[in-house]
């Protein structure tokens, strides 16, 4: 699946009818999933579970549902994010992650 093919996914399931502003409020409220998949994480780490991989994807999945929805709202497209990210990180860490260059960084 591309981010395109993604994105006409989410918008069957996103609530067309709200203003820009509520969509764009509902949309960056539902980014508190993060909660869910942090949880899932910690349990793995501190409470001695198993790491359960697909409610973790489950979580991750309903992040990218949220992060596409603001996207399509300000006109822009999961690709653009993409690569907007990748061109930020590469600008900052040229040569590949160090903990020198993360220190040193000047943003």
Do not use: P
């Not at 539902?30 to 973790?56: M, P």
């Not at 590469?90 to 020198?100: I, L, N």
């Amino acid at each position: 699946m591309t981010f395109e093919e993604y994105t006409v996914a989410m918008r069957r399931t996103a609530n067309a009818g709200l203003s820009e502003r509520d969509a764009l409020t509902n949309a960056a409220l539902g980014l508190g999933e993060a909660g869910e998949a942090q949880d899932i994480i910690k349990k793995h780490l501190f409470h001695g579970h198993q790491l359960d991989r697909n409610a973790l994807i489950k979580e991750l999945g309903d992040q990218l549902f949220y992060i596409a929805w603001i996207a399509d709202q300000i006109g822009s497209s999961l690709d653009d994010v993409a690569q907007t990210n990748v061109t930020k990180l590469q600008r900052r860490y040229e040569h590949g992650f160090s903990h020198v260059a993360s220190i040193n960084r000047s943003e």
